[in-house]
């Protein structure tokens, strides 16, 4: 009589190769369900610095951009409210307008507009950013 032919017992060579490959089963398992999730809060937490400094670098740069605008129409604004301008002859202030816009090139028209609804702008038109000037006065071209 041999062992695999007794009622009630279990061969040992079976259950320790059963056991081992279950065992090792579980344990890389176990490993790469944890680097699994780990990478993956990495990943996310990763994610979310890149777009905090990519947001921050677009802000800079938008501010640095436009900054000098924002400067140029204040000083612009005094000077017209304040200056040695006549509010009324149009070409005096278009060409300030035109001067003005020279000093940013991130401008494309400047604009006065007197109480009267009379328009006088200094814009860009081409590539070469020459500049132009036109006035228009109470709804005519």
């Given at each position: 009589m041999t062992i695999l032919s007794?009622?009630?017992r279990i061969p040992i060579s079976p259950t320790i190769v059963t056991t081992f490959v279950a065992l090792l089963v579980v344990l890389l398992g176990s490993v790469l369900a944890i680097s699994y999730f780990s990478s993956l809060r990495n990943t996310l937490r990763l994610f979310g610095e890149l777009a905090t400094q990519s947001s921050s670098f677009v802000?800079?740069?938008l501010k640095d951009h436009l900054d000098p605008v924002i400067e140029q129409a204040d000083w612009a604004a005094d000077l017209i409210a304040n200056g040695p301008f006549d509010l009324d002859d149009a070409q005096q202030i278009?060409?300030?307008l035109l001067g003005?816009?020279?000093a940013t090139p991130q401008v494309d028209v400047v604009?006065?507009?007197t109480p009267e609804?009379?328009?006088v702008r200094?814009?860009?038109r081409d590539v070469d950013h020459n500049v132009h000037l036109g006035c228009r006065g109470q709804g005519t071209e």
């Open positions: 007794r009622p009630g802000i800079d740069e278009g060409n300030f003005a816009l020279a604009v006065y507009i609804r009379k328009v200094a814009f860009r």
